[in-house]
């Protein structure tokens, strides 16, 4: 990515931003290295070989030897005056090392080794190709000028025009005086950089340009004194182009960025943002990349928001907010050495209301938990150690989780080549702290050795697999408190606590399959049988706190499972056996073009552990009871239309617990549009604190259409439709044009920010993006390919098939 930078002088002011860089081979095949998806890319390739047909390939470099100085001199005419100069008329081809030039005349003068060169002159180098009116070029050092140039990049679509141009330091250096610059096809202006010169350092890999100014549509848009660009990948400092939208909630806003390349592994952009409705914000990206670590920084800060400033003034003192808003994140990864590493994330904001109120690239409107965490982990072939820290910040009234402070944790597996025994073991020792005095603290110490006696075959497999969890808990809080603890828990706890579960789970299945023909074309169809047998003593384990536990969503693959809950806060007795049938299609390729699963679970008793006291169901260990039925269902239908669907049917309750379904309709062009539908009967099943301002149940259907229309225009829009509070949640619709050398984006969304099942109090954001291009030298926004990602709801691929 080449990107232009205007650097900020006493007279003048800069701009910078990137372009795709197109390598071009011999045989005229374009490539065009950037950093958009592959279907963008293949889209701008083929609008790319539209707009330019052939652009030369930059030709690789070559020794400076005798050889490579060797010059090669073709002509229809020749004249030697001995000692003094030889004339050459008449379609005259001159050749030496990688450069080529042609001419109507050209005259080498012996002594001083000079070549100049009159009529329809065209020189060809490694970097550009130019054509000219007269040439002047000294051989030795390989300095020439060019008169009345058109010129032409190698490797790209720039190209443009110069009254002068001047080569010197063996081509390292060029000066270009009344030139002009330009990404468009050649002899289209839609847009143009006009300057009385330009001085191109290719040692540096930097150019200047002087008085310039920024022609479109032959309109001149902007003037600069003086600009400085970068000629290759490297980063350079100076402003980069602005962003601007409005909205309900902010009004009017507009980000200046600067880029400040401090040096090649470090660098920081500097946004100052003005909102119409808020005031300025100062945001600053700090990156870095350092011994095979990588991060970034990010500081967020809006003094006297005049908005929640305004709300302010008609609150009583109590509820106030507190008008300076502030972020801090922090995001680091890397690898220490092969075996070592460690990554981190840390994100702070002073109010509960910064994401739903300012757009930020660190979170999203709905975020409402942050996660701080560290770790440091060390893996071998067949081991895994881990120390981590964890912390949250709860942007809501829900409950605040516990902090890990730390864990240590550690996992083994070991298989032999010859035996089918395999053996695993975790362990950890965590230490579970709270901010609340009234809330109990712990420290668990885990560990699960396992043995497995695995069987497979082509034709089907068993294994069996015994564990034994053994915990250690010692546990702190308040003797007022136990039994009514502050986060919710009703439990009567105990300061120490020892708990031995052993685990058993047999597991099997078959493969059938056998070939078959459905309307005269060939297939594969399986037949694949599950069966588990999972038994767990029970073990009463309302003395033990939930710290990191909860209830998992049940599916197909939850239907094998031998945890009932997330964490080792609660093991769940277990004595039931599941059963489940598995059939898919393939192609005569190979693709899976259908997938059907089956499973339901069978209870000998009910469980007796629940996630807190008052959550246990009335046991009976007498009856035989089923889960709900999980159907899961996978078609293509043909090689442009797709279907999904998945069920969870409580049949004894006669109760839809979940649902969801997509179809999807994938156009040759590249158009998508998909209709979706997700249904959750109780997320409260789920989520141990739910928030009861907040409908419980999700219903909701929804629409993403993604229809490029052709290589030029292309257009994006979602629809989401909450149907159970009867509400819009989301709609999004953007539409974008884009020419050979610019490009246009307009955006209009429509977004739900809060809404309130209590007070029935709802609050939308809705308003305009505008964001343009100057391809090659800069745009006004963001990432004017990423049509359809603004909406909340980003697409999403729920098909499992594989291909």
């Not at 239907?559 to 004595?575: E, K, M, Q, V």
């Amino acid at each position: 990515m080449r990107l232009f930078t205007l650097f900020s002088t006493l007279s003048g002011v800069v701009f910078s931003a990137s372009a795709a860089t197109i390598i071009t081979n011999e045989d005229g095949i374009s490539t065009i290295i950037d950093d958009v998806t592959a279907a963008s890319e293949l889209a701008e390739l083929n609008l790319f070989k539209q707009c330019f047909p052939y652009v030369p390939a930059i030709k690789p470099p070559i020794a400076d030897t005798k050889a490579a100085n060797e010059i090669q001199l073709l002509s229809d005419d020749a004249k030697v005056i001995q000692g003094n100069k030889a004339i050459f008329t008449g379609d005259v081809n001159f050749t030496q090392g990688n450069r080529e030039l042609s001419a109507d005349e050209i005259i080498l003068y012996q002594l001083t080794n000079i070549l100049t060169a009159e009529g329809n002159v065209v020189l060809e180098g490694s970097t550009a190709t130019m054509n000219g009116r007269s040439l002047k070029a000294n051989l030795d050092t390989k300095d020439a000028e060019l008169t009345q140039v058109d010129y032409l990049l190698h490797g790209q679509a720039a190209n443009g025009k110069a009254k002068k141009i001047y080569v010197t330091n063996s081509g390292d250096n060029i000066l270009m005086q009344r030139s002009t610059y330009t990404q468009c096809p050649y002899g289209d202006n839609s847009w143009v950089l006009r300057a009385s010169s330009i001085d191109i350092d290719n040692k540096d890999e930097v150019a200047e340009a002087y008085n310039a100014t920024l022609y479109f549509k032959e309109v001149p848009i902007f003037y600069m004194p003086y600009f400085t660009y970068p000629t290759t990948n490297k980063r350079r400092t100076g402003l980069l182009f602005p962003s601007y939208e409005e909205t309900l909630g902010n009004g009017v806003t507009f980000s200046q960025p600067f880029y400040w390349n401090i040096a090649p592994n470090y660098d920081m952009t500097i946004t100052p943002t003005y909102m119409k409705k808020r005031g300025v914000q100062l945001t600053t990206q700090f990156r870095y990349l350092v011994a095979g670590q990588s991060g970034n920084i990010n500081v967020e800060y809006l003094g006297d928001d005049k908005k929640v400033q305004a709300d302010n003034d008609a609150k009583t003192d109590s509820n106030k907010k507190n008008t300076d808003r502030v972020l801090y994140h922090w995001d680091q990864n890397g690898n220490l050495n092969d075996n070592l590493n460690f990554n981190a994330s840390y994100t702070h904001v002073n109010d509960d209301d910064y994401f739903s109120d300012i757009t930020t690239t660190v979170g999203s409107r709905n975020s409402n938990t942050l996660l701080r965490t560290a770790a440091l982990t060390y893996n071998t072939d067949m081991t895994s150690s881990q120390f981590e820290v964890r912390d949250f910040q709860i942007l809501s009234d829900a409950i605040t989780p516990h902090k890990v402070l730390p864990k240590i944790a550690f996992t083994g597996y070991q298989q032999f080549d010859n035996n089918p025994i395999e053996l695993s073991v975790y362990s950890e020792m965590t230490n579970f702290s709270h901010s609340n005095s009234q809330v109990y603290s712990g420290i668990r110490t885990h560990i699960e050795p396992g043995i497995s006696f695995p069987y497979k075959r082509p034709a089907g497999f068993a294994v069996a697999e015994f564990k034994l969890p053994m915990t250690y808990y010692t546990q702190t809080f308040n003797e007022s408190d136990n039994g009514n603890f502050k986060n919710g828990y009703k439990g009567k706890l105990d300061e120490e606590v020892v708990r031995v579960i052993p685990t058993t789970k047999l597991y099997a299945g078959l493969n059938f399959e056998r070939s078959t023909s459905w309307f005269s074309n060939q297939f594969t169809q399986t037949l694949e049988p599950q069966v588990q047998y999972l038994y767990i003593p029970y073990k009463n384990q309302d003395n033990i706190g939930i710290y990191d536990s909860a209830t998992m969503q049940q599916d197909f693959l939850g239907l094998y499972r031998d945890r009932t809950y997330i964490g080792f806060d609660r093991i769940a007795d277990s004595n039931q056996f599941t059963i489940g049938l598995t059939s898919r299609v393939f192609d005569d390729i190979g693709s899976e073009r259908f997938r059907f699963a089956l499973g339901q679970i069978i209870y000998f008793g009910d469980t007796q552990v629940g996630i807190s006291p008052e959550a246990k169901t009335n046991t009976d260990n007498t009856d035989v009871t089923t889960s709900s039925i999980v159907m899961e269902t996978d078609v293509k239908i043909n090689d442009n239309l797709f279907f999904n669907n998945s069920i969870e049917y409580a049949h004894e309750d006669d109760l839809v617990r979940r649902a969801d379904a997509a179809i999807e309709y994938r156009f040759d062009r590249g158009q998508r549009v998909q209709f979706n539908y997700r249904y959750i009967e109780d997320t409260a099943s789920i989520l141990e604190n739910p928030n009861r301002t907040v409908n419980s149940t999700i219903n909701q259907v929804g629409s993403k259409y993604i229809l490029p229309i052709n290589n030029q225009w292309d257009m994006g829009a979602s629809y989401y439709y909450d149907v159970e509070n009867k509400i819009t949640q989301d709609a999004f619709v953007g539409i974008k044009y884009e020419s050979c050398c610019w490009a246009i984006r307009l955006d209009y969304g429509y977004r739900l920010k809060t809404h309130n099942i209590s007070t029935g109090e709802t609050e939308f954001d809705q308003g305009p993006s505008l964001m343009f291009e100057l391809k090659g030298l800069a745009g006004i926004g963001g990432n004017i390919n990423s049509i359809g990602a603004e909406s909340l709801f980003t697409y999403g691929q729920p098909f499992q098939l594989r291909e």
